[in-house]
């Protein structure tokens, strides 16, 4: 055995000797046999964090309360055109519906794809008359709270096809950006009616409509406002009086688990 094999065995030994497990961290990964991530969600806020500041696109997970497990189920992700999407593994989330209640789906709106997103509207003659760059940049970071109407169209769709409410089930659905966390969970009223009415061929698109329509009654500025407001209180707040669906803003340094 030579010095390198001696080395590797001698530090084989080491991790099999350490009794903590290896440190996990959420990470932005395309592929679909990303590793599980087990911790609290409170410690997973902050990998959250670092990735809303660094990543350069979206991700998603699917977490499970009962086992503080993160499931990553982003796939391609896809930024252009003023959009930014990223797929969903489907496959990876009926197997978990079929497993567990209860399913946190968390996805990212990171702070350098959104300045990537805004470019046009920086340059946009129309908008930088009435406003300065800066603010153009400090409107669009608050407005990264706000779901897209592809996230709404998703939520629904999700819980249309996976959550069975012969068995208590309960989906919810946040997204991570600068300031916080929003809760975009669709309400157990309007899924009876949508998934009986639309559950065919057309329900994402269905439900993507539904979503842009809810959105279309938001305006930025007094999203702004609101989520200005709530981080320096320290305080949730409602981005929308729509009832289907609640859009509640949390600031990250009020929360502390979202099991309330
Ligand atoms: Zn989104």
Redesign the pocket.
Known sequence: MGAGNLLKLLSTVYVLGSCSPPVQFLAVNSSPTAPIVYKQEKEAFKDLRKLVAEAEV?EAWCYVPEETSWHDIGLEVAVGNGR???DYDLQKIGKLAAEHETLDFY???PQPMMMNLIAPYVRDPSLSRRYSKQRIKEIFTADAAV??P??LGSAIYLACTYQQPNRQQQFRFF?ASHYGITNYTPQPELLTDFCRLFGGANLLTLATAFGKNILEELHPEVVERKIKRAVAGGFPTSLSPDLMITIEFIPYDRRGSVNR
């Open positions: 979206e930014a999407t990223v996805h990212l709106h779901p897209s592809d996230d997204i």
